[in-house]
């Protein structure tokens, strides 16, 4: 590829300014005239049939404009992928949080003395908590119509498994249990809603998916989608959990009831009871290989809680059945997968859905394999790892893949060999890889890709329409280099439009880690579009024919004679007086070369590519408390080409940030059915001074299906981070950690068992 | 979070703020820094009718050398203690543990003073404060009275202050001799973090050098309230530096077998009791340490 | 609970108001005077999110009542640089130390108080004063370096409080 003049490069995040000097609007900071404050109130009890609710004295309290409760609402079961979703809960509320009642009122502390004016008469159901209990006969029913609170099932199998297994030279079998977690995003869950005079519905959220949320909001409004429209303001952060959720209805509902604008912000309280926290699993599995260390064959089985309706969960526990057995060059493969209905928070996307619960499985149960096989684990990576233009054992094409490169380069900046030579008592490191996709063709459900509209100005201003979305992390950013790299124009002459569904293009959202690639790809086709319009004008101004021209840094010229030039914003100009005020619109799509999974075998090829990552962590353990400190960290990850280095690298070290925080101290506590952890106070995320300096190393193939090579970094930033951390607990301790987080009360009983047995 | 409707009222000074108290009744509050109040007002934990703010009164914030004495003013902020030379020169331990609480943001609004009455039976000022033998000196409509920081806690949030009586001074006598000290709390991450235990472990050299005169330990978060542990510190008194070196893990295990600490969200009992007796061999270890130079 | 009346210096401007006693500074900020950047993350003073600086010294304005601030100075987000950028804005955007950018107002205030103090930090310093400000977005290791770049530069500038 010749020189790039954008791509590749670190520039700032294009929205920064205004997030440095507090002018940008957040969804919390957005005001409308007359607009009033929603509440939600929500269900203290895990499981409780709804008896009475009197909404009188609330209604009567001076500057209450509505109350509303499942009466309101055309009383539709929906879902994103299900349909046990109501508005508010019919007859019974099914976690602690669940939605009952609803007020808008003229101020935030009416609205709050209004709840505490609605009268709720419950009757206490028993509950259950655990997806394993909840699967026991005689347990709780969560949902009446859904026996044994099997909310799904899902099994998939490659190969000849217990052949393999018997045939293998040691086989480790063993359970793990990676608990839910909360995303802990800055900014809570927030809304605008407000309703025309013709009942359109207009939304102002952070969402990652302002497409597929409206679908979804449409059927449980009983409205056609044509009657929502979600804009997306700048929003405080996501990580998988700003997806479907019932405040944006319960706004939606308000604003219909009260005509007027309803803003309705989650306290940090409501956030933690009633956002969408990671699913919970329960692992066994049984992982076989050869004397020399290569794979033989894995046997797994996956219990998920769902929590009390479906949103993601089965779809996380699917992949969590079975997206890691492309890291490795399997063949012999089996997994089954349970989503169970549980009376506690609905669980769904948390970066790494699913795949960060099993990376952290397997990379421990590879790790404990090299201790058996006496193979260096990063050894052992290598040999299995599976590598460019491979298909996997699910018929996954990984066209390009750097996962070999990222050990190699990870143990060096990691001095790996010395370290693991050179012992200190209660000092380790530890390795840990993973795989990811871009975008996963069976979640998206009529199509897959991205799609683009790149409208140019008469005074040369680029701007760009995508349907992905900016929690963050910088999307706008890369799109934009894409797009001023495509058109050969600077970063400056480009800005991205807000995503706002009118007049977007239908994207399906930022997750899967698709947005660059698939989003990407969509504004690029969108901008070859764009340019081939500018550059016959461009070519008819020079005298010249398209293909004997070139942009670049914004300048038109002859290929061959380049003092023959002229400027983007003046071809920009022209163009639009020859068509007479139509701008240059450029609209382009991404078909990405995936298929639907064989319904059967689930085999085919899900994603246009493959992103790697192999990530290092040292650790040192005290030996009288049981702490963990994580004293260094070595990340290296396949990007196939970082279309901005620093953004990725921000990425890298936020995933193993929030990979650290679930390893050694997040933990949604439940007692007697309710979160009793749901602050600040005692979820503990890390500070900074928790986070070690972490050295990225980025490794870039170029991806042939990625634009200008790229593929993702969102979620593989954070899979193998949990087991880089407890495999350099075991390299420190020799306790092996299967349950997350690490307690550090029982990592000191084990570390003092273990010295017993060993002078013993 | 609504904060219930109340009266808000200014004192201003220490004698305004007395009078205006008493006659506000039993469920008026006094606002100092805010830090535990606002946050339990919004939790619905408090629920004052009236407030007394103490903002306008800038004379009760010293750090003052008198005599044999060291008084802190009971509005000091924990921000401005730390830092604070005199004690950090004479009374390290307070420094130590007063920098250790909440975050910046909260040091530098918080006082010692609100620390002291909102009685945590975690709040980290408290044991270096036993461990020092404070005084505390309350101001009431009758007067002052002085009350030793080791009667001050009944329980949880609980002290002998009477709803209309304020804070107004802490008291320590300053050591004679060398003397060093060290607070460690048990955190669930480095930085920001409640105690789920703390230990406070102070220590006084003779004239000669060779000799303890003085031990003291005091624990936060294993009790309902703050507590000295005489027996583990009777371990130690009196011993020769090198001798004590030999009986910290005795001195620790004492300690720890008094300590009552409960199970909760946070920690074991049993973890927090394993806890006092690792900080107090930590703490005695370089207590000890630096007593030997 | 009847308003009473409150005078704030905020960025360098007077403001007179009339406020209920129970309304923490954070709301007074972004509702009565419009100013949005400090932003409300938790509302128990545990995030720093809504970090101001109050007489210079950074405080959680979600955990300070209005009334308590009466004529002191504070300086939000909006008081740091004026026409120009701050040396810390600059540095927080050149070094990828922003993502979501909901952490960084509280941020930045605390960073500059701490610059304002110390103007040479050290990387255990810095980290000691941030320690209130969650980010979950960053892993804090640009954050540091955007502040620790920023060290022995000028600090105060001028048109601050414009």
């Not at chain 1, 799609?451 to 979305?469: A, M, Q, T």
């Amino acid at each position: 590829m010749s020189q790039l003049d954008v791509v590749g490069k670190s520039f700032p995040q294009i929205a920064a300014q205004g997030k440095a000097n507090g002018k940008t609007k957040f969804v919390t900071d957005l005001v409308l005239p007359r607009m009033l404050y929603g509440r939600v109130l929500r269900s203290p009890y895990a499981h409780a049939r709804i008896r009475s609710i009197d909404t009188r004295r609330a209604t009567a309290l001076a500057g209450v404009k509505a109350v509303v409760t499942y009466e309101d609402t055309p009383k539709i079961k929906f879902g994103p992928r299900s349909e046990d979703w109501t508005i508010f809960a019919a007859d019974k509320v099914r976690f602690y949080g669940d939605e009952v009642a609803a007020v808008a009122a003229v101020d935030k502390d009416t609205a709050e003395e209004a709840l505490e004016l609605i009268q709720v008469e419950y009757e206490e159901l028993p509950h259950v908590i655990s997806p394993l209990d909840a699967m026991k006969p005689g347990a709780p029913l969560v949902h009446e119509d859904k026996p044994g609170n099997i909310a799904a099932e899902f099994k998939i199998e490659a190969g000849k498994i217990d052949q393999a297994l018997d045939e293998s030279y040691v086989v480790y079998e063993d359970n793990f249990y990676t608990n839910q977690v909360y995303q802990a995003y800055m900014e809570p869950m927030a809304t605008l809603a407000d309703v025309d005079l013709s009942g359109r519905i207009t939304i102002w959220t952070g969402t990652q998916i302002p497409n597929m949320m409206r679908m979804t909001y449409a059927k449980a409004l009983g409205m056609s989608p044509d009657n929502i429209r979600i804009v997306v303001p700048e929003y405080g952060g996501a990580f998988g959990g700003k997806m479907e959720n019932n405040i944006h209805l319960v706004a939606a509902v308000l604003a219909q009831k009260s005509g007027q604008p309803v803003k309705l912000v989650n306290t940090r309280h409501d956030d933690f009871i009633s956002g969408n926290p990671r699913v919970p699993m329960h692992f066994d599995i049984k992982l076989g290989a050869t004397r020399d260390g290569i794979l033989t064959a894995k046997d797994v089985k996956v219990v998920g809680a769902a929590g009390a309706r479906l949103v993601y969960s089965q779809v996380i526990v699917a992949t969590a059945c079975y997206r890691v057995d492309s890291l490795y060059r399997f063949k012999n493969v089996r997994a089954k997968g349970y989503t169970v209905y549980t009376n506690t928070v609905p669980t769904a996307c948390f970066r790494g859905f699913g795949n960060s619960q099993s990376t952290f499985v397997l990379e421990s149960a590879m790790d404990e394999l090299a201790v058996r096989l006496k193979i260096d684990p990063a050894e052992l990576r290598i040999k299995n790892g599976i590598g460019p233009n491979e298909t996997s054992v699910h018929g996954w094409k990984i066209a390009s893949s750097g996962l070999r490169e990222c050990v190699i380069k990870a143990s060096e900046a990691a001095n790996w060999n010395q370290k693991m030579k050179n012992k200190t008592p209660y000092k380790g490191i530890g390795l840990s890889c993973c795989n990811h996709v871009s975008g996963n063709r069976p979640f998206a459900r009529e199509f897959d890709g991205g799609s683009g509209i790149v409208r140019i100005g008469k005074d040369g201003r680029v701007s760009v329409f995508h349907g992905e979305s900016d929690m963050g992390q910088g999307q706008n950013t890369a799109f934009a280099q894409i797009v001023a790299e495509r058109l050969g124009v600077t970063m400056d002459m480009v800005n991205v439009a807000q995503v706002d569904t009118d007049i977007s293009p239908f994207g399906l959202g930022s997750f899967a880690t698709r947005g660059t690639l698939m989003g990407g790809n969509g504004v690029l086709a969108a901008a070859k579009n764009a340019y081939d319009q500018m550059a016959e004008v461009a070519a008819e101004l020079l005298k010249a024919s398209t293909d004997n021209i070139q942009c670049r840094k914004g300048v038109f010229f002859i290929k061959d004679s380049p003092e023959t030039r002229i400027s983007f914003r003046e071809v920009a100009s022209q163009a639009t007086i020859k068509y007479h005020g139509a701008p240059i619109v450029g609209t382009g799509f991404y078909q990405p070369p995936t298929e639907l999974p064989d319904p059967e075998t689930k085999k085919g090829n899900i994603s246009p590519a493959y992103p790697f990552g192999c990530q290092i962590a040292e650790v040192e353990v005290d030996p009288d408390t049981g702490q963990v400190s994580v004293t260094n960290f070595v990340a290296a990850h396949d990007v196939g080409r970082a279309i901005n280095p620093m953004a990725t690298e921000g990425q890298i070290q936020g995933g193993i940030a929030q990979g650290l925080g679930w390893t050694l101290m997040e933990n949604m506590a439940y007692q007697d059915g309710k979160v009793i952890n749901s602050d600040f106070v005692d979820y503990i995320v890390p500070s900074c001074f928790d986070v070690p300096d972490i050295k990225s190393i980025l490794v870039e193939p170029i991806e042939p299906n990625g634009p200008y090579g790229a593929k993702g970094i969102g979620e593989p930033a954070l899979n193998p981070t949990m087991a880089a951390i407890t495999n350099a607990i075991y390299n420190a301790t020799g306790v092996r950690i299967k349950e997350l987080p690490v307690n550090p009360q029982k990592l000191l009983a084990e570390m003092k068992k273990r010295d017993k047995q060993l002078k013993g | 979070m609504r904060i219930r409707p109340f009266d808000f009222r200014v004192a201003s000074s220490l004698a305004n703020a007395l009078i205006q108290l008493d006659q506000a009744g039993s469920d008026a509050r006094v606002l100092a820094g805010g830090t535990d109040l606002v946050l339990n007002m919004k939790k619905k934990n408090i629920l004052p009718t009236v407030l007394i703010s103490l903002h306008q009164i800038k004379n009760l914030e010293y750090v003052e050398e008198k005599d044999d004495m060291i008084h802190i003013g009971a509005l000091a902020k924990h921000a401005d203690l730390a830092t604070n030379p005199i004690l950090e020169k004479q009374m390290s331990i307070l420094c130590q543990a007063v920098g250790l609480i909440g975050s910046w943001q909260v040091r530098n609004i918080g006082t010692i003073g609100g620390n002291l009455c909102n009685a945590s039976p975690a709040a980290d000022s408290a044991p270096p404060l036993l461990a020092l033998d404070a005084e505390v000196v309350i101001a009431t409509p009758q007067g002052d009275r002085t009350v030793s920081i080791a009667s001050f806690f009944c329980g949880p949030a609980q002290t002998v202050m009477k709803s209309n009586e304020i804070l107004k001074e802490i008291r320590l006598k300053k050591p004679v001799n060398r003397s060093a000290g060290c607070y460690l709390k048990l955190r669930r991450r480095k930085a920001v973090d409640i105690s789920l235990a703390g230990v406070a472990f102070q220590a006084e050299i003779d004239s000669s050098g060779q000799v303890l005169e003085q031990v003291k330990i005091a624990l936060g978060g294993v009790a309902p309230t703050p507590i000295r542990v005489p027996d583990a510190e009777s371990c130690l008194q009196g011993l020769s530096i090198d001798d004590a070196l030999q009986k910290i893990p005795m001195c620790a295990q004492a300690a720890a077998s008094i300590a009552k600490p409960i199970d909760d969200i946070r920690a074991t009992a049993d973890y927090k009791r394993t806890i006092v007796n690792v900080f107090v061999q930590r703490c005695a270890r370089q207590v000890l340490t630096t007593l030997k130079k | 609970m009847n308003h009473m009346p409150i005078r704030l210096v905020v960025n360098g401007e007077d403001y007179h108001l009339s406020i209920k006693p129970n309304r923490v500074l954070l709301d007074v900020l972004r509702e009565d005077l419009e100013l949005t950047g400090t932003k409300e993350g938790c509302g128990l003073g545990k995030c720093g999110a809504c970090t101001v600086l109050l007489n210079g010294r950074p405080v959680h304005a979600c955990l300070t009542l209005a009334l308590q601030v009466d004529g002191c100075e504070i300086t939000t987000i909006e008081g740091i640089g004026g026409k120009e950028m701050h040396p810390l804005q600059e540095s927080f955007i050149e070094k990828g130390a922003i993502q979501c950018g909901f952490c960084t107002p509280g941020m930045i205030n605390t960073a500059k108080a701490l610059l304002d103090q110390n103007a040479n930090p050290s990387e255990q310093e810095i980290k000691q004063a941030i320690a209130g400000n969650l980010c979950r977005c960053t892993g804090y290791n640009k954050i540091v370096d955007a502040i620790q770049s920023c060290s022995c530069k000028s600090v105060k500038k001028e048109g601050e409080h414009k």
